[in-house]
């Protein structure tokens, strides 16, 4: 949970309420009851708790630290809104985060391991021993400098979410299908790579799934766009209560159309006010730009 | 039609038979009668053209020049795959073409104009007046050095297949949507942008279709991707006898299973033995890796 401050071609924002806790959940929160773990300071705003306790968010795992400093970041988006510059990282109450699952939390069946040390990601995974489907972010941070850790958390997943660079990195393959039978094996049943403009694909041990991204005229910022999908994508699982392939399929898709809504307004401004009616029609546009007929030939 | 020279880290053909016209209609001759067009010297190989007409590929429209060369095309495949260097490129009887059409051609319904002057893919329109869906390509080449007469082209064909990095160049856009909806005002019905490992996209003014390319591990020469890609695309809207929006999704997995199935061999060695039963078959793998359930919320 975090404040940031954003720069677009399209305008700016200071100390926005954000935070992958902060996008995952809200994202989450229309499909499936959410319980949310994170650390703030007493200067994060009540309005956005509220905003969050309003979605239905669980806010008994949030530790405030009274006299302390929310997490801060500043980025500046360039014009084709792929690449940013990160201005400054003030870790604040962070630095000390040791998170502490409520005990009456130790059951939750679907669990999201957002972008952290993978130690600590180990230390959440310890207090919800009965999850039944893990998903965990990482980053090349991460994967550079804690790969003992970050192994050991690979072997305890079932999903990892990467984008294709992370994927390189952690594989050492250029080859993309190459490198995802890498990360297979080193543990998770599941991966998910994001691929930026191009969309995301799922592989798995038997084969894989791939959805573009929803061409967007009008993409305002792009922060949060990884942690909304993470959100959609576990809401979708917990809604369905299911984790088998087709699931994983409409999972990948609920995940594309929520991040697809994120940035096309500042912070979670768009998530604040998401339904499931706006996730189901960019589904459904999803799925209008993929489907095609069974090969004609087939009778021939 | 050339002769090409062709290494990769996987081996190296010496005068190899190739041209834009060989692949696209070998790959199309399983699928509709082929007309072919096109020029080349004596030392064209005999057996080369026996391949063709066991096909079915009349070649009433190829000329030989007695005592002439044939183009000559060299290039080397770095590891990667992506990026080629071109070593040499002789026009030789290429260089004075000036296609001739039979007349009892002029009403060939389907017409796939390969990469060339656009002057030439002009002259050769004026030829076929009775076509029903012409299908063009070209490339960064005539993009930079002959506008005037690609401008006049695109008032004239019905779909464009260029790479994405040639829908920057013609559109002056980055953003491949915007840059799409740019060159379908240009005249063109229909855009084709391929987005090599990334696959390709079909774009039209009421929607577009995205399509993944098929993850190979045994890509062994790219020579001819993308002619056979748009030789599997237009051969399937001839099959198919239809032009409209499904018909065009199916030549678009048509034409990226022949193209998968091209490049895993060296030049024209798996056309020449190309099956309507293997295209199904990749086609059908793109199905499996593109198919999602409807969106599960629309009944809640």
């Not at 700016?12 to 809200?26: I, S």
């Not at 390189?168 to 991966?191: D, W």
């Not at 909304?228 to 995940?255: H, N, Q, Y």
């Amino acid at each position: 949970m975090a404040l940031d401050t954003i720069e677009t071609p399209f305008g700016r924002r200071d100390d926005a309420v954000g935070g992958a806790g902060t996008y995952a959940g809200l994202a989450a929160s229309i499909l499936a009851p959410v319980r949310l773990v994170g650390v703030v300071g007493d200067d994060f705003p009540r309005a956005a708790m509220d905003d969050l306790a309003s979605r239905g968010v669980d806010l008994a795992g949030v530790e405030t630290i009274p006299g302390g400093k929310s997490f801060r970041w500043g980025g500046v988006y360039r014009f084709d809104m792929n690449t940013r510059d990160t201005l400054f990282t003030e870790l604040n109450v962070f630095a000390d985060f040791n998170p502490q699952i409520p005990a009456d939390w130790r059951e939750t069946p679907f669990v999201f391991l957002a972008n952290i040390q993978p130690q600590l990601q180990l230390s959440v995974l310890d207090q919800v021993a009965g999850a039944l489907f893990v998903v965990a972010d990482t980053m090349n941070f991460w994967i550079e400098g804690e790969r003992e850790a970050l192994d050991a958390l690979l072997a305890r997943i079932d999903l990892l979410v990467i984008n294709d660079a992370e994927l390189r990195q952690l594989s050492g393959e250029h080859n993309l299908a190459l490198g995802a039978r890498k990360v297979l094996a080193m543990g998770p049943r599941f991966l998910v790579v994001k691929k930026g403009e191009y969309g995301a694909a799922l592989v798995w041990e038997g084969g894989h799934f791939t959805l573009p991204a929803l061409p967007l005229p009008d993409v305002v910022d792009p922060t949060g766009a990884g942690d909304s999908f993470a959100g959609g994508l576990i809401g979708m699982l917990a809604w369905l209560d299911d984790t088998g392939e087709d699931a994983l399929r409409a999972a990948l898709a609920a995940g594309t159309a929520t991040a697809s809504l994120c940035v096309q307004d500042f912070g979670v401004e768009a998530l604040k006010r998401l339904t499931t009616a706006e996730v189901c029609d960019r589904y459904e546009a999803l799925r209008a730009m993929t489907l095609f007929p069974p090969c004609p030939l087939i009778e021939s």
